[in-house]
Structures are given as C-alpha cells and as structure tokens.
C-alpha cells in the first residue's frame, strides 16, 4: 500500500517489555448473510478506516519527580513523517509557549528539560492505525514503561505504544531541584475520542445527576420525619473512593469524564495536582481550568 508503514516484527529477546503489554479486545466481526437457494449473495462493505489517528501525550501526575508541561496532542496519518520529541532551543527568540502554540500542527516536539537530547525520540503511526516509537540514540534514554529501549547513544528498534502507556525521556538529575532538571513523564491517549462528544455513558451520568434534583422534594417529607438523609441510591454508581452510595443531599463532583464521586473523597486529588486532573477510574487527564465555552 502506497505511504504504509511497515510492521516491524517482535524481537524475542525483549520479553521484559512485552511482558507488560497488555492484551487488546478483539473488534466484533460482522456477520455475512448466508446465500440462500435462488438469493444473491450479498457481502456487507465495512466502513472505511479512518485516515487520520489522534494521540495525546498528558503529564503524568502521580509522579511529582517530573517536568510540567500542558497535555499535547497530534493527529498523524499513515505515511506522515515521524514527530520529532527533543529538547527546547530557543534559536527564534519566541519563547517556549509561543513556539509551542506555532508547531502544533508541526512534527516537532520539544521540552524545557537538560536531560532530554535534541534529537532524542521519534513517534509515528503505521498503516493499521498503531503508533510506535523509537529512541534516536538519546544520551539519557528513552523508557516505555519503565523499560529502557537502548543503551545511550544507540538507536532502538521500534515499539508499539498503546493507551496508558508511560513514556519517559531521560531520568532525574540529581545535583539539581530546578525543572530543567526533571525528566518527562507522560502518559498516553489513543482511541478515546469518542469521550468528547455526546455518547450513552455521558447521557446517562446527566440523567442520572437530573434525577437527584427531582427527587429532593419527594424526599422532604421523609427527611423531615427521621431526622436524617434518606441515603436512597438513585441509580448512580457508588463512589469509588469510599464504596458508598451516591445519594441526595451530597456534595459530587461529575468529573469531565463524566464519573461522579463525593467531593469530599475525590478533594485531595484534585488539589494535588490542580489544575490537572486524572481520573482514578479511567485514568482520563482533564484540565479543571479550561473554558466552558
């Protein structure tokens, strides 16, 4: 196929990383409808792949040890040239953000950060819609996973990142406490593009949340003969933090995601890494402080 990339094949010697691949569900196959005696056969069209593949790289947060930087994310194609991951040169003299928000669209990557090499990392996606990545004989390493893909100043062989993998550009310099110091730490995104539109889990969540707000008038009257909440479930799932039901006349949190916890369960995260925001059911980064609009 003209612009595929191909597939590299595995290499048995690195089972330490494969070991933590995990397995991804098969898509559903589509049944043909059987030919029957004087029918025409018909054969179902699957629908066409999509050409382009989106991937956001967000910070990772639970690690305190690593360089901040806003969630990036980049749609690529089969055939296009590789994202280029290095180390921030200020050549232009336009600054990290403004350079940041011109290449957002380039095939460029950089990071305020002295432990990552210019050249350090490259990150493509193949004609099948997987991405990979490649350390480019980086000085300080390039870790998927807690693995490092090669020796310094050694080029690696090709790896295939999947959703919620960790990618790490070099480590922690240990003579100093400033950011350029920090490695990166980043977690991936691929395939959930379907969370920002409208879908059944959201729909039901508002659903669910409205539900809340009607009941608290049939609820009064009961509240005001025992004294006490009526702590009926109202079909939200309970809260994952405390393992209690999700009831009226509780302070929630819907987080953008659209998973509902009590607030005062769910307060710590979100102060320990705000504005960034990580959901501990999906795992899904959110900015608390983007606009509404």
Known sequence: MPGAVSTPATNPTHFPLAALRRSSPSPPVQALPSASAGATTTTATPPPPPTHHLIRLVPQLESRHSL???????SLKPGDNPIRIGRFTDRSGLGLA??????????KLAFRSKVVSRAHAELWVDAEGKFWIRDTKSSSGTFLNGVRL???GEESKEWCVRDGDMIQLGVDYQGGEEDVYKSVKMRVE???EWQRGVNKFNSNAMKNLKALANTVA???SETCATGRPTGKSLGLPDCC???FPVSIRQALFLAPCSHTFHYKCIRP????????FCCPLCRTFADLE???E
């Open 290 to 292: 983007e606009e509404v």
């Open 241 to 243: 933090i405390c393992l």
């Open 269 to 276: 995260v979100i102060h320990s890494h705000w504005p960034g």
């Open 68 to 74: 901040r930087f806003d969630p990036i994310s980049r």
């Open 190 to 192: 691929v395939g959930r």
């Open 150 to 152: 090669s020796v310094a």
């Open 218 to 220: 049939e609820a009064a």
């Open 98 to 107: 403004a350079l940041a928000a011109a290449s957002q669209s380039s095939s």
